[in-house]
């Protein structure tokens, strides 16, 4: 199990523009089409983040996996299990910073937030099927 530390506050945050400002946590995050459709592995979704410039800012990260599951919401509807104010968003994983295990088989994996049942998980790092949404601080 994994533990955010991040609370989020009622009311606090808001969409403009191709982000989310979430002040509850301080954090804003890529809301463009991109994320619906930008699949990679996990050293190019680093890269991508690092390279990234939307909204005037250019000080993009991948998020770490506790930032990333402060946008989980499991009250809405239906899937995916994500903040409603977040309006591109597809049912797949997103990529977080955060390493995870090597296997006994020696893969290197690494952890991800998957928004169809709005888990934490781990794969191997070269797997190519998880979208990218990145973050900065505000």
Do not use: H
């Not at 990333?68 to 977040?86: H, K, M, Q």
């Not at 797949?92 to 910073?97: K, M, R, T």
């Amino acid at each position: 199990c994994v533990r955010s530390d991040f609370v989020a506050e009622a009311g606090a945050d808001s969409a403009a523009g191709d982000s989310v400002t979430m002040n509850s946590t301080g954090l804003v995050w890529q809301n463009d089409t991109t994320v619906t459709t930008n699949t990679q592995d996990w050293a190019s979704a680093s890269s991508y983040c690092a390279a990234l410039s939307l909204d005037g800012s250019t000080n993009w990260r991948l998020p770490s996996i506790s930032e990333l599951e402060t946008i989980v919401d499991l009250t809405v509807s239906s899937r995916p299990y994500i903040n409603a104010l977040f309006s591109n968003m597809v049912v797949n994983g997103y990529w977080s910073s955060t390493a995870g295990a090597t296997s006994r088989f020696g893969t290197n994996k690494a952890k991800y937030v998957d928004f169809y049942d709005g888990i934490s998980k781990e794969n191997a790092n070269n797997y190519t099927g998880y979208n990218v949404r990145c973050v900065r601080n505000k």
